[in-house]
């Protein structure tokens, strides 16, 4: 069974930077892809970054050019580096992992982590 644990939430002011850490456990291969998706209060869970095992990377239209995703693939561990950030950007953080990068791209990965809290201060 996977496990993901996700680190280094906390508060920011607008403009700032944090990085969040995902720690993986469980993989039966080395072909699975990572990713974050965040849920702000009242909205929809939104999905914001992957990365599958050869370094491909996506991102949704909101953090393209501030989010960066990235991997230690010996560590089993995924990284969010979150940029310029803004007060919008205020959500609850989970990192997700999926057996193939295309249901992690349409929302449907196999595993999710239990959420990590940003809040960012304008």
């Known amino acids: 069974q996977v496990r993901l644990v996700e680190s280094g939430g906390g508060s920011a002011q607008a403009g700032g930077s944090l990085r969040l850490s995902c720690q993986a456990s469980g993989f039966t291969n080395n072909f699975w892809s990572m990713g974050w998706f965040r849920q702000a209060p009242g909205k929809e869970r939104e999905k914001i970054a992957g990365i599958n095992n050869a370094g491909s990377t996506v991102y949704a239209d909101s953090v393209k050019g501030r989010f960066t995703v990235s991997q230690d693939r010996a560590k089993n561990t995924a990284y969010l580096q979150m940029d310029r950030l803004k007060p919008e950007d205020t959500a609850t953080y989970f990192c997700?992992?999926?057996?193939?990068?295309?249901?992690?791209?349409?929302?449907?990965?196999?595993?999710w982590g239990k959420g990590i809290r940003v809040t960012i201060s304008s």
């Open positions: 997700v992992a999926s057996r193939i990068f295309t249901d992690l791209i349409r929302g449907r990965p196999d595993s």
